[in-house]
T-cell receptor, first 116, second 113 residues
């Protein structure tokens, strides 16, 4: 089974500061990697994902994540956060099963709070 | 394009009762997965249905069951409810391909008293 560790349960930052949310996984097989965001009383929304190719993936709202196979990490970064980025962020892993989307293994989540 | 619809949004049940939750996926999506979210255990996979067949199952007791209908709508049932079953139950709808996005519903908040 896969295991996903999000090292920080809470990350408080001031608006316009950079932020990094850390994610490490353990797997003996090839994996796909995802970051999801959850706003209060909402479901999960996909932020970005790594399937193959370039190890740096970006979202449309300024977030990026880099897949590091040797360190089994997929950290999420944003150079300048906004108050609207306040939410809980989940890192997830699924086994590489070709084109089939397998079950997702989630980390425990990181609550990002952006202060004015 | 309509999103994933989960009903009901909120539910209060008594220990020992059973409950059925519903998920209507996005039109054209044949895969529906269910997840349980609790503060203590986080997000845990329950099961996945694809074209009416259970394709994958998590590590939950047999009290948790599900099914999928020919129109891809899915239901999950929990029998003999326990206090620990209180959680947000999320359903994810997808084509089943990793190359397309899986969309989550807003969830059903189940409280067992």
């Amino acid at each position: 089974a896969q295991s996903v560790t999000q090292l920080d349960s809470q990350v408080p930052v001031f608006e316009e500061a950079p932020v990094e949310l850390r994610c490490n996984y353990s797997s003996s097989v090839s994996v796909y990697l995802f970051w999801y965001v959850q706003y209060p009383n909402q479901g999960l929304q996909l932020l970005l994902k790594y399937l193959s190719g370039s190890t740096l993936v970006k979202s449309i709202n300024g977030f990026e994540a880099e897949f590091n196979k040797s360190q089994t990490s997929f950290h999420l970064r944003k150079p300048s956060v906004h108050i609207s980025d306040t939410a809980e962020y989940f890192c997830a892993v699924s086994e590489d099963r070709g084109s089939t989307l397998g079950r997702l293994y989630f980390g425990r989540g990181t609550q990002l709070t952006v202060w004015p | 394009k309509a999103g994933v619809t989960q009903t009901p949004r909120y539910l209060i049940k008594t220990r020992g009762q059973q409950v059925t939750l519903s998920c209507s996926p996005i039109s054209g999506h044949r895969s529906v997965s269910w997840y349980q979210q609790t503060p203590g255990q986080g997000l845990q996979f329950l099961f996945e249905y694809f074209s009416e067949t259970q394709r994958n199952k998590g590590n939950f007791p047999g009290r948790f069951s599900g099914r999928q209908f020919s129109n891809s709508r899915s239901e999950m049932n929990v029998s003999t409810l326990e206090l620990g079953d209180s959680a947000l139950y999320l359903c994810a709808s997808s084509t089943g391909s990793v190359w397309t996005e899986a969309f989550f519903g807003q969830g059903t908040r189940l409280t067992v008293v």
